[in-house]
């Protein structure tokens, strides 16, 4: 667990000061989207060490933590495409998309194909018995088409030659009118506010 202060926000990370020691950390979106340079955070992490990399992660609960090390124990699941999971669908959607084996919402989280998908209903939906019911009252088809149109609509502004950066705050600076709007209208509303910027 590390609680410090956000220093600075990155494209898909974020770096914590505490104590004067500068920690980047990987988190899921949800979390980079609340997190503003000056706040103080709670985050508990979990380091991944390899020949050629060390790398940390964060999270806001202990839950969300538990489930990331969960997915990473299905043969297939790295950190990147767990992380993928968390930020579009968060815990309690995934926890219920695994138990109700519903395999179209898992593939829509980019890089999770259906073979994945499978993977984890198989080997962790007995984990989750009794939380496919829908998450806070809401279903979670819902609430998805909102998470998967923001995860295209940020991989189609990449793809048109924009930063992380700039595509993650165009987004985020979209109106609560078109966070639940399509892809297209998402992009849309996206480039309009970049041409403004430039």
């Given at each position: 667990m590390l609680r410090g202060k956000v220093w600075e926000i990155q494209a898909d990370k974020l770096i914590l000061d505490v104590q004067g020691v500068g920690y980047q950390?990987?988190?899921?979106?949800?979390?980079?989207?609340?997190?503003?340079p000056g706040h103080e955070l709670i985050l508990y992490t979990h380091v991944i060490l390899r020949e050629d990399e060390l790398a940390l992660y964060g999270f806001s609960s202990a839950a969300e933590k538990d489930l990331f090390l969960l997915m990473l124990s299905v043969s297939g699941i790295g950190p990147k495409a767990a992380l993928s999971i968390l930020s579009t669908l968060g815990t309690g959607q995934t926890e219920s998309a695994i138990a109700g084996e519903n395999i179209t919402l898992l593939t829509k989280v980019p890089g999770i194909g259906k073979k994945t998908a499978q993977r984890l209903i198989l080997e962790l939906k007995e984990k989750f018995k009794g939380r496919a019911i829908a998450v806070d009252g809401i279903e979670g088809s819902e609430i998805l088409p909102q998470a998967a149109a923001h995860s295209e609509a940020m991989e189609t502004l990449l793809a048109l030659g924009f930063s992380q950066e700039e595509a993650r705050k165009a987004l985020q600076a979209l109106p609560d009118s078109a966070q639940a709007a399509g892809t297209e209208e998402q992009v849309r509303l996206a480039l309009r506010s970049l041409a403004a910027t430039k």
């Open positions: 950390l990987a988190v899921p979106y949800g979390l980079l989207g609340k997190a503003h």
